[in-house]
């Protein structure tokens, strides 16, 4: 159901196509489904076909590693009001102050962005990632809510921050109620985030149109979700909005005999059924033929 939904929210067909590609993968992990929506074409977080950028804007980078983003940023849209990045590695935030100190208006904190202020123990040694453990020993680095930390506008937060995106979002929920800024977000470290973080979203300001690319060729990895506020997505407006005609659901057998007919009314095929009799899908059942089917008349005809 919350997969479902979250398909029905998509605002193009490229978003769709990825969304099912990214399914498929996680049911059959073969290559050719992630390989199918791989964007090697733009950056990751700033697809130009789905966010823009002008002078004014306030960018908030939420793991910032070594300011490679930021420069990403800066390089494809230039001109900026402000800009803050929030790297709790140690290891990373060093060569971050170094790679963005040329630049004007940057704010560099080492601490990570969460739902509320205050520390936490953290594996904070790794090169792009870091993430919580409360092991002895592990270095206690200080979070922060966007909310209590930036008082003016934002228009932009990018989240990469290893499964934390979640709280931070709750913490940033007065900005996006408020400010309504264009959202570049990770959804991969945690299975559920994939819908979960765009019903969060959807809970704090139901006005974002939602967008999915996908960043990498050889796993299910750099998944990015845009919510974009109305009036701030570039480009014509041909945006492959939905047509009616019903999903097309296909249920694939994992054995080479085929389907039965017992299984028929089990659940690899009443499921199927439901999903046509009660969500007016296009429904098929492949494989080698086992038959008869006498259920099928019987029991699941359609």
């Known amino acids: 159901v919350h997969y479902d939904c979250l398909y ?3 605002a193009d067909n490229i978003s769709r196509k990825v969304f099912t590609n990214l399914m498929q993968f996680r049911l059959i992990p073969d290559l050719q489904f992630v390989e199918e929506v791989y964007d090697g074409l733009n950056h ?9 950028c002008d002078e004014n804007e306030v960018f908030v980078d939420c793991g910032g590693f070594t300011g490679d983003t930021t420069e990403d940023f800066i390089r494809q849209y230039g ?13 990373n935030i060093e060569p971050c102050w170094k790679n963005l100190v040329k630049y004007r208006d940057i704010i560099v904190k080492k601490c990570g962005v969460g739902e509320k202020n205050g520390r936490m123990a953290m594996d904070a040694s790794r090169s792009s990632s870091s ?3 409360a092991a002895p020993g592990q270095e206690a680095v200080g979070i922060i809510s966007l909310d209590e930390d930036i008082r003016e506008k934002v228009t932009f937060i990018k989240m990469d921050i290893e499964g934390f995106e979640i709280p931070a979002i709750i913490g940033a929920k007065e900005h996006i109620k408020n400010d309504s800024p264009k959202l570049a977000v990770c959804t991969y470290h945690i299975i559920s985030d994939m819908w979960e973080i765009p019903r969060l979203i959807d809970a704090i300001n139901p006005e974002y149109r939602f967008y999915i690319r996908h960043y990498c060729r050889t796993q299910n990895w750099e998944t990015v979700l845009y919510a974009v506020p109305p009036g701030r997505k570039k480009g014509n407006g041909k945006t492959g909005g939905r047509k009616s005609r019903p999903k097309r659901v296909v249920a694939m057998p994992s054995h080479e005999q085929g389907w039965t007919n017992v299984e028929l009314v089990k659940d690899c095929g009443l499921i199927p059924y439901i999903l046509y009799k009660n969500h007016g899908c296009d429904v098929s059942m492949v494989g080698p033929y086992s038959g008869p089917y006498p259920y099928y008349e019987k029991y699941v005809k359609g």
């Open 79 to 91: 001109n900026y009001k402000k800009i803050y990045v929030y790297e709790p590695s140690g290891d």
């Open 44 to 52: 990751q977080y700033f697809d130009p076909a789905i966010v823009s």
């Open 131 to 133: 993430f919580v453990n």
């Open 8 to 10: 029905g929210r998509l």
